[in-house]
């Protein structure tokens, strides 16, 4: 009869969970390199070149808006929504599009931020705030600089004041809903409860996007947009969330946010043979 599998050797691998990934990548290159500044350095490129990403896409859809090659793709679209109306889901979009307004996400964003305050973590609720309000200043910026007038191909299903491109509301709901949802999952310990807020997130991010082209307000390219630069903003804001609360915990002499510490320092009889060797 052979021997009984030790507990220790059935247990399955432990995964990093998704909002994890940039945390670990701190305490790895932090290992690698002994050196927070270096550490923090690598993950905000990190989240920068993920920015970039979403960024690159943003430029290649807004290039081809700006040639006019979107044009024709862009009014089939909503041809095809206007002939598919439907009352109760023309209404239902009507309210889940003020999802996406900036005074409910600047309210959610503001409890969401007053909550993290009051639970001491100041830093995730500075990084939210900064995420809300530089979504609405850059939505602003593009919309000014590529001045795309919305879609006139069937009556609007609400009242909009500002130019089309890119969206406001998907770009503010991929913004901050995204950041929210991270920094909930954040506190969140069992891998479904993350799972779901992240679901959540999505699906609420989806039918706000899917609202403004429904409504009529927006192309489908200018909600492509919204989305991409949204994203960006949200990676970027991430990464600068894990570095900022990096360093609140060095200065709090945390020393989970110190330099690794060398292998021999963990071991004084590695230690002890590395002197005798030297000798």
């Known amino acids: 009869m052979s ?13 990093t969970p998704p909002h994890g990934l940039i945390a670990g990548a701190v305490r790895l290159s932090r290992a690698r390199f002994h050196d927070l500044r270096a550490a923090l350095g690598l993950v905000v490129l990190g989240g920068a070149a993920l920015a ?12 081809r808006v700006r040639a006019g090659s979107t044009q024709a793709f862009d ?17 239902a979009m009507l309210e889940l599009t003020f999802l996406g307004t900036a005074t409910v996400v600047l309210t959610i964003a503001g409890v969401a931020a007053l909550f993290l305050a009051l639970t001491r973590q100041r830093t995730a609720a500075a990084v939210l705030l900064w995420s809300t309000l530089g979504a609405i200043l850059l939505n602003n910026v593009l919309k000014s600089a590529f001045d795309r007038p919305r879609p006139t ?9 500002t130019t089309s491109f890119p969206s406001g509301h998907a770009m503010s709901a991929a913004a901050i809903y995204a950041t929210v949802a991270f920094l909930a999952a954040r506190l969140a310990h069992r891998p479904r409860v993350r799972a779901a807020i992240y679901a959540t997130s999505a699906v609420l991010i989806v039918l706000v996007a899917a609202s403004r082209v429904y409504l009529g307000v927006h192309y489908p390219t200018d909600v492509a947009a919204g989305l991409l630069v949204g994203f960006a903003w949200a990676a970027f804001c991430a990464a600068a969330l894990e570095a900022g609360q990096q360093l609140s915990a060095r200065r709090r002499g ?9 292998p021999a320092a963990q071991d004084p009889a590695a230690s002890m043979r590395s002197k005798v060797r030297s000798k």
């Open 3 to 15: 021997d009984p599998v030790p507990p220790t050797e059935r247990r399955a691998p432990r995964r």
């Open 52 to 63: 970039a990403c979403f960024g690159v896409a943003f430029a290649w859809v807004a290039h």
């Open 75 to 91: 009014e089939a679209a909503l041809r095809w929504v206007a002939a598919h109306q439907i009352g109760w889901l023309e209404a």
């Open 153 to 161: 191909l069937f009556e609007w299903g609400t009242q909009v004041r």
């Open 254 to 262: 945390d020393p989970r946010s110190g330099p690794a510490p060398h």
